[in-house]
């Protein structure tokens, strides 16, 4: 059943439910003239002038709501508490032979449903690993072979450090995130185990919802951990097609980090094209910061890969092997 979200444009752009088209009642600017209506006037006059908006753009609306629908003639309606602008948008559309629902509650309901949902316990495998390490490659593979996947990268539109949005769509809001990670555990049998890959709790400017991080806290850890070496072609197909400008900026973001020696070797190697000692120099800051983040794991916690070549379908084979041992007892934690 299709899902209309009837509240404002930047609403919707802060948060809705997957899937969901917005056909808004009214916009920004309108909403806020009925709700100055209603906090210095009344509430008759909120909806006088509510109407006074609305009826001259109804037959838009329906006409909207007509295409959305289908042959099918059914939608699920909602607002933000399952209240006036979704009730009256269901009256408009039943007048044209819609079956329509209202979303008891609305998205303020459906958001504290998930947000409880997503801290509920599932058998978490985090795929971790120095940087370079083809981690999502193996997650991807993970996916093709069946097993339940979690890509966070993926859904934040982010590689989670900072030349992660190189090449990358606009970030979700924090809170849209959140709908888009709900939707994709939403399917999965909780019975059985669950890939994601290791992260901080930002990827970008995106925050994990924090029961959710709690959880990928305490989950086992799958690393591997190959050298330079084996990194460096990886890390030059994915980032050796960007401008200069647009490494150098992301340098900038951790120069502090790098310290100001090894940030303007690194400069000094993007300028001069030699992008493989730029990344060798920028890979052993993450190198020590990632190993730091595993030493805070508990130590039986953390599985390590033997992984000398960046080969995702031999990795793969690896993975699974140490997850068949955890899932049997074999390896006891």
Not at 5 to 34: M, W
Not at 142 to 151: F, H, K, N, R, T
């Amino acid at each position: 059943m299709p899902v209309i979200d009837v509240r404002t444009p930047s609403e919707f752009r802060k948060g809705h439910i997957p899937g969901a088209y917005n056909i808004p009642l009214f916009t920004d600017a309108e909403r806020a003239i009925v709700g100055t209506a209603y906090k210095q006037e009344s509430k008759l006059k909120a909806i006088f002038k509510g109407l006074d908006i609305a009826g001259p753009k109804m037959s838009a609306l329906l006409k909207q709501g007509l295409l959305i629908a289908g042959e099918k003639k059914e939608l699920l309606v909602y607002c933000w508490r399952g209240g006036s602008r979704s009730e009256s948008m269901a009256w408009l559309f039943s007048n044209a032979g819609i079956s329509c629902m209202l979303l008891e509650g609305g998205y303020k309901a459906y958001r504290k449903h998930i947000l409880t949902d997503l801290g509920k316990p599932m058998k978490m495998i985090i795929i971790g690993g120095l940087t370079g390490s083809g981690k999502t490659a193996i997650l991807h593979k993970l996916s093709a072979l069946g097993e339940q996947v979690i890509d966070l990268e993926g859904l934040a539109c982010h590689k989670g450090s900072a030349f992660g949005a190189l090449g990358q769509a606009e970030q979700p809001t924090s809170e849209h995130f959140a709908n888009l990670l709900h939707n994709t555990i939403r399917p999965f049998d909780r019975k059985r185990r669950v890939f994601t890959e290791d992260e901080s709790h930002n990827i970008g400017s995106v925050n994990i919802p924090e029961n959710f991080f709690d959880s990928m806290k305490k989950a086992v850890v799958i690393a591997l951990m190959p050298d330079i070496a084996a990194r460096l072609p990886r890390l030059m197909r994915e980032y050796g097609v960007f401008k200069a400008e647009e490494l150098l900026e992301a340098v900038g973001r951790i120069s502090k980090k790098l310290g100001g020696d090894n940030a303007g070797r690194a400069v000094s190697a993007i300028r001069a094209d030699d992008l493989e000692a730029a990344i060798e120099i920028v890979l052993k800051y993450y190198d020590s910061a990632y190993r730091y983040g595993l030493s805070q794991r508990p130590e039986r916690r953390v599985l390590f890969v033997d992984s000398p070549a960046d080969n995702p379908e031999d990795n793969v084979q690896k993975v699974i092997l140490l997850a068949e041992k955890i899932d049997s007892g074999a390896i006891a934690f």
